[in-house]
């Protein structure tokens, strides 16, 4: 139903902005305020818009409306039990009407709710596009009639699409917001029952609790230090990897590569980046890491199958497109008087090169490796199988180590209460890897602001 409206709307809109076009360019004069084209998008606004109201009250406001009918069309039997079981009922009703898996045998009072769940939601959909495309036509009607060379639709397009920015970054803004409330609220939960210096100094991680009265298990310890420890040490030797590589390869192509070479190396340096995490993971877990382990034990040093050195050398690799492309950008919009001038003034190429050309991309390429920084943090695949999920508080890369991202997505994976401090450490994790996010991107942008004054 929804398909159809969307294709019905769309041919409407396309009708719309046809008609106003054409009745703006048969009234066109030397008084005319607008092109044809506003008439038209004007128009369209006034046909797609409140049909797009209809649907979205439809939908915000259906599900309840239809609610309250069911209930109040409720059997006996069924109005007479606990409010607990009727909400019971009430579910097991609209999975049957979707399809689903009940939590019991369909009886025929059940049978007979989900029916009327259906009915009324064919009803309620049919009743929405049936408003919607009348609101459309409507809308169409108006501001036809409304056409007219002294119309200023160009203002009236342009205040629209201004709210519509608008919104679209209010939505942006409180998204964020909500965001980082829920951290903060759950974060809270959880430092009501672990004090915050525990969690942020505590040098031993076992977050494994009992979550039910008759179930044995640990206490849980929730030292944080490891899991931060690791996650530090894996991002370092990406970085090793990542930032001399992608940056040599950027000011390569930038300033020695022919055209020629520019165009292959680079569209396969950037391959790189689409290939999915996972394939990073097998490849670390099935050849890497046997590699590494055994030169280790080949120099008389131990080294565990899963490891840190194996998951950062395959991250490294991974991220080298972001530092590249990147850098590879800013580098090239350097002016090239300042390479000249340089040039000019006997500078070799190199020098220059070293002494012009970075310091004067020095602020892309500090966004470059703060991304990638943030890319190596936010990895949770490739250090699942190369690096393990022990949380050992070591400074050795041939050990298995652990990170935020992993723990996070360990401990909420299953069936899990939020009330548990096993299940809301995951946020506290979140909350200190977004200050520690924020944090990057402050330090960036004040790099950015200083060298920014100094060569503009």
Known sequence: MLTAFSIALLALLATAFGAGRRRAAARAGDAAHSRPHYHGAYVALWCGLPALAVVLIGAVGG?????????????????????????????????????????????PALQRVADHYTRLGAVGDLSTVGVGLAVALGGLAFALRRVHPRLRARHAVERTVRVALIVCSTIAILTTIGIVLSLVFEAMRFFALVTPFDFLFGTHWSPQTALRADQVGSSGSFGAIPVFAGTALITL??????????????????????????????????????????????FAALSVGPVIRQFAESIGLEAASESALAAGLVMGV????????????????????????????????????RRVVLPAALPGIVGAV????????????????????????????????????????????????FDSAKTLAAFAL???????????????????????????
């Open 430 to 456: 979140g909350l200190v890897l977004f200050f520690v996010t924020l944090t990057l991107n402050i330090v960036a942008l004040r790099v950015v602001k200083k060298y920014r004054e100094q060569y503009e």
């Open 63 to 107: 599900p309840a409306l239809i609610e309250e009918l069911v209930r109040a069309d409720l059997p006996a039997a069924v109005r007479e039990l606990p409010p607990e079981r009727i909400d019971r009922f009430l579910e097991d009703a609209r999975q049957l009407a979707r399809g689903d898996i009940t939590s019991t045998d369909p009886t």
């Open 370 to 417: 703060l991304l990638a920084i943030s890319r190596a943090v936010g990895e949770t695949m490739i250090v699942v199988m190369a690096a393990g999920l022990a949380a050992n508080l070591t400074g050795n890369p041939f050990a298995a180590v652990t990170t935020v991202t992993v723990q996070i997505v360990t401990l909420l994976v299953g069936d899990q209460e």
């Open 318 to 353: 991974m991220i080298v497109p972001f530092v590249s492309s990147l850098s590879d950008d800013v580098i090239s919009a350097v002016p090239q008087a300042l390479r000249e001038g340089s040039l000019a003034l006997g500078s070799t190429k190199s020098e220059t090169i």
């Open 237 to 282: 030797i990406a970085m090793v990897v990542a930032v001399p590589i992608g940056l040599m390869s950027a000011i390569y192509l930038s300033d020695y590569a022919s055209e020629r070479t520019r165009a292959v190396v680079k569209p396969s340096l950037e391959i790189l980046a689409g290939i999915p995490t996972v394939v990073y993971g097998f």
